[in-house]
Structure formats: structure tokens, C-alpha cells
């Protein structure tokens, strides 16, 4: 089995988007592929396949249902709010120890390659005693980073690269996305990035959409589990 931890430099760089794209490619080689939405808020029942899990869900393959959405994703919460936030919101205890078992479950029953989506950025909280950077370590996966062009951001992606290799997480990739019509290009801040760091970069060129993401699928997922 090979998994990596798709985490960002902070929230809205579209690791969902990235995700599904390495997924699709990854089903096109005719790999089974697993996706896992630990956390998920901003969720309406109401709008399956519209949700995170129900994207990654479609990206491989399979139909989207309350069932299927729940095999992938441990809790899911309405309000668009940090994940401990909501849950506090709701008045449900997110216990740590649980989700990583729920995750280490399925990745062990699962032989090929797999995706471990966060919520938020490196040090977004999870739980109110963990974060997303605290998972990524016990579960021991490899890291993908996304990042996005704005002022600071060199400085954010940097920041995030070292909090990442001083607890033994230096990342695998890091994919620079344009997450919406007004962002910078890519090109640009892969150019002033590579100066400082050796880690592979990629350019994810779309702006909230899934069309033309093949490429960036077909390169993220060679990169990643060939």
C-alpha cells in the first residue's frame, strides 16, 4: 500500500480539487484507489455529491450515498467552521484516538494507492487536542502541500515546509493551485519557490473547476505512486 497526506498552507488551495484529480487518473490506469475525508464541515445531506467526500467519492469511481460517504469520512458537520469548532457547535465530543483508528483501519484493509485529505492548513486544529500536522505524523504519511499565490504566501509555504521536516514530514510534493478566477498564475510563484527549496513543485492551472485538471492528475499521481 502507498498513502500520502494531501495538507495545504492554509484553507481554500482546493485539495479537494488536487485530490480528485490524481484519483481520476489513478482509476483511468485502472488502479483502485481510496480517498479519505477524515473531517468534513460544510456538510448538507442534501447535496451528496456536491460535499468533499462525495467528490473524492465520484473521482474513484464510486456512487455517492450516505453509506459510501460515511466509509470515508469519520464525521461530517454543517457549518463551515474549523472541524472542532463545528463539532463544539453541535455538542459532539471528536475523540483523536477514534479517528486515527478509523483511518488506520481502512488504509490497512486497502492494498493500493490511497489519499488522506485534511481539513485546513498545516496547523489547522482538528480535534481540540490535535491537529492536522499531529496526524500526519501518527499515521506516518508522506506529504503533499498546496499552496496558492497571494502576498505572504512564500513566506506562509516556507513556514509550513520547516514545521513539517522538524517533525520528520518533509514534503513529497508541493502543488501550487489557482483556486479561484482572480488568482495569481502559478508559474510565477513555482519560479520564486524553487529558489528556496528543493521539494518537486507542480503547477495545478484551473480555477474551480475539474476540466482540465487531466494533466496535473497524470504528474501528481506518477510523482506520488509509481
Known amino acids: 500500500m502507498k498513502a500520502v497526506f494531501v ?9 479537494t480539487y488536487v485530490c480528485a484529480a490524481a484519483l481520476r487518473e489513478l482509476v483511468a490506469q485502472g488502479r483502485t484507489a481510496l480517498a479519505l475525508k477524515p473531517l468534513m464541515s460544510g456538510y448538507t ?8 467526500a462525495g467528490r473524492l467519492l465520484l473521482a474513484t469511481g464510486r456512487r455517492v450515498t450516505p453509506a459510501t460517504v ?3 469520512c469519520w464525521k461530517s458537520f454543517v457549518e463551515p467552521l474549523a472541524p472542532n469548532v463545528a463539532a463544539r457547535r453541535e455538542g459532539v465530543e471528536l475523540d483523536y484516538r477514534d479517528m486515527l483508528a478509523f483511518l488506520r483501519t481502512r488504509l490497512a484493509a486497502h492494498d493500493g494507492p490511497a489519499l488522506v485529505e485534511g481539513a485546513g492548513g498545516v496547523m489547522s486544529p482538528l480535534t481540540d487536542t490535535h491537529t492536522n500536522i499531529d496526524l500526519a505524523a501518527d499515521l506516518g504519511l508522506p506529504i ?3 499552496a496558492y499565490s497571494y502576498l505572504g504566501a512564500v513566506s506562509h509555504t516556507l513556514t509550513a515546509v520547516d514545521v513539517l521536516s522538524r517533525r520528520g514530514l518533509a ?5 501550487v493551485t489557482e483556486p479561484s478566477a482572480q488568482a495569481s498564475p502559478a508559474a510565477p510563484f513555482i519560479y520564486e519557490l524553487s529558489r528556496w527549496t528543493r521539494v518537486s513543485l507542480f503547477a495545478a492551472e ?3 473547476t475539474e476540466g482540465e485538471t487531466r494533466e496535473t492528475g497524470a504528474r501528481l499521481a506518477a510523482h506520488l505512486f509509481d
Request: proline share 6%.
Open 7 to 15: 495538507t495545504a498552507i492554509g484553507t481554500d488551495c482546493g485539495k
Open 206 to 208: 484551473f480555477a474551480r
Open 70 to 72: 460515511a466509509e470515508i
Open 45 to 52: 445531506p442534501d447535496r451528496l455529491e456536491a460535499s468533499d
Open 144 to 146: 503533499v502541500l498546496l
Open 171 to 175: 514534503p513529497k510534493a508541493i502543488v
